[in-house]
């Protein structure tokens, strides 16, 4: 029998955008880009409807977390709830998740938003009155 030969195939795909679709498009990026919030994902740890016991709480993850993750308390009426990290995407949340478990067992990734990372405020100064 002979030797088959083979062939490389190459292909190329192009896409050619309606300019209105691609406005919109822009237009959605732009949006994420100057949100102050988009949609990310936090640890939780535990909750209190007593202050000073999630604060206690609150202490022992930044002990632990604190230089790596940080953590926060967020008052959800009635409840002080203690979160750890902000995550933008599931993969870092899950990778965050197994180390926090080992102090927290009962830890758990929620999807919620976050502070946009990549949101700076301008603000613009008054102007000066002579």
């Known amino acids: 029998m002979g030797k088959l030969g083979t062939h490389q195939l190459q292909a190329q795909v192009l896409y050619e955008v309606e300019p209105s679709v691609a406005k919109a498009d822009e237009k959605r990026k732009e949006k ?26 609150l202490t022992k993850a930044d002990e632990k977390f604190g230089s790596t ?28 998740l197994v180390e926090i478990r080992k102090e927290f067992p009962t830890a758990r990734k929620l ?3 976050i502070p946009n990372p ?4 301008t603000v613009e100064s008054a102007p000066s009155k002579p």
Do not use: C, H, W
Request: proline share 2%; charged share 20%.
């Open 32 to 57: 994420i880009a100057n949100a102050k919030k988009i949609n990310g994902y936090r640890i939780f740890i535990g909750f209190s409807n007593k202050k000073s016991i999630a604060q206690e709480l």
């Open 69 to 96: 993750f940080g953590a926060q308390i967020i008052f959800d009426e009635p409840n002080f709830k203690v979160y750890i990290g902000t995550f933008t995407t599931q993969a870092e949340a899950d990778a965050a």
């Open 111 to 113: 999807k919620m938003l």
């Open 118 to 121: 990549n949101y700076t405020e």
